[in-house]
């Protein structure tokens, strides 16, 4: 069992920067396996943003290229989205996910994967 909790959303300007966290608790480190961050706007579907194996081999949607860095520390349980370069197209629920310990790679997995998810963080971005 995996459980997430994000934190740091807040409403920014456009070009502000923001950085999310997700504290992640499990029984054992092995059940974590990949995570992601992923956002829902309102009247629109939930989409991956950014990936990360437990190796730190990220992976990211074109839309977030060169804004958005993630980051995990295995040690310390947590993972982080750092996004910059705001833009008011980023508003939406964020929420950060893990896929548990049988995907611990990443590519090719899509949102039936992860298992585990967070209760999101609202980030605005106004213009």
């Known amino acids: 069992q995996v459980q997430l909790a994000e934190s740091g959303g807040a409403s920014v300007e456009t070009g502000g920067s923001l950085k999310l966290s997700c504290a992640v608790s499990?029984?054992?480190?092995?059940?974590?396996?990949?995570m992601g961050w992923f956002r829902q706007a309102p009247g629109k579907e939930r989409e991956g943003i950014a990936f990360?194996?437990?190796?730190?081999?990220?992976n990211y949607a074109d839309f977030v290229k060169g804004r958005f860095t993630i980051s995990r520390d295995n040690t310390d349980n947590t993972l982080d989205l750092q996004m910059d370069s705001l833009k008011p197209e980023d508003t939406a629920m964020y929420y950060c996910?893990?896929?548990?310990?049988?995907?611990?790679?990443?590519?090719?997995?899509?949102?039936?994967?992860?298992?585990?998810w967070g209760q999101g963080t609202h980030v605005t971005v106004s213009s």
């Open positions: 996910a893990s896929a548990g310990g049988g995907w611990y790679r990443c590519p090719g997995l899509v949102l039936r994967h992860f298992s585990y």
């Open positions: 990360i194996d437990p190796a730190g081999l990220t």
């Open positions: 499990a029984g054992h480190s092995d059940l974590i396996g990949c």
